[in-house]
């Protein structure tokens, strides 16, 4: 497996991957790599001939009070994980890498970023667009595989690479869960024992919202409800918001008509802002 810190460096080894005629999958990340994010490597070895990851912690997605700093970092432990995967080629720039100091140019969208998580972190979805546009250019692949766990960012990059007519595959990949049901994520290390036991409320009031949609609820406000009154048993929870959204436009629903996202952003305690959600579409 290769390690390449240069853009220059990824660029010749695909261009020869793509002289010899094969395909190259991309896995965008921010490390500290876990079986999520194994899962999208192992799609991508199924799919493609070739997998790059990007591990590359961005700064332009974290807002001047959130937690670059302390987000966690274990690159070693992250290229091991790779290599058991199949993966041919890590990319690990350095922020000076992917941006230079005049840097000026940024992508940004309007609708799909103006709600859920884009509402509580303003800055977030004009750095994972600008991010993802420079790591598609510099890999050029084929395909680029994202977890459903961000519903509102996955939505967001296909709409992105609908609107600019990029030449790539985007791909959705589902949501990796602890055995009790905690959805993956780098920030469950910011828990403690307690923080973690509490923690899991948000998957059991994803849970409870998708069985009423599955047994015929179509009222968004009525599963709202009874998500929020869950998840306020919880006194270590504090709700950012629970919302049902349309599968597409990421626009809040009141009926449910055709394919929505109910998703929620949680924080435990002040340790982590979680997130987690389901996509439901009503039997025609």
Request: glycine share 6%; proline share 5%.
């Amino acid at each position: 497996m290769k390690i390449a810190y240069t853009v220059k460096e990824v660029r010749e080894q695909v261009k020869a991957w793509k002289k010899e005629g094969l395909t190259v999958g991309l896995v965008p990340t921010m490390g500290y790599l876990h079986e999520g994010h194994a899962s999208l490597m192992k799609k991508g070895v199924e799919q493609c001939d070739k997998v790059v990851v990007s591990v590359f912690l961005n700064p332009m997605q974290f807002g001047p009070t959130e937690d670059l700093a302390s987000y966690p970092r274990d690159f070693e432990a992250d290229c091991k994980l790779c290599e058991e995967m199949g993966v041919a080629m890590v990319f690990h720039p350095e922020p000076e890498e992917m941006y230079s100091p005049n840097f000026c140019s940024y992508v940004d969208m309007s609708v799909l970023t103006e709600d859920l998580c884009g509402k509580s972190r303003p800055v977030h979805f004009r750095g994972v667009c600008t991010v993802c546009n420079k790591l598609f250019n510099i890999a050029q692949p084929d395909k680029a595989f994202f977890g459903e766990k961000d519903a509102q960012q996955l939505a967001i990059i296909k709409r992105m690479v609908e609107d600019l007519n990029m030449d790539l595959e985007i791909v959705g990949c589902p949501i990796i869960r602890e055995e009790d049901g905690l959805a993956k994520s780098s920030r469950n290390t910011y828990l403690n024992e307690s923080e973690r036991q509490a923690a899991l409320i948000l998957s059991k009031s994803i849970f409870l919202g998708k069985k009423m949609a599955e047994e015929g609820e179509t009222d968004a406000t009525k599963i709202v409800a009874a998500m929020t009154e869950l998840i306020e048993t919880e006194p270590q929870a504090h709700i950012d918001y629970v919302k049902v959204v349309d599968g597409l436009t990421m626009q809040p629903v009141d009926v449910i008509e055709g394919p929505i996202v109910t998703a929620i952003a949680v924080y435990i305690n002040k340790t982590a802002r979680l997130i987690d959600n389901f996509h439901f579409t009503p039997a025609e």
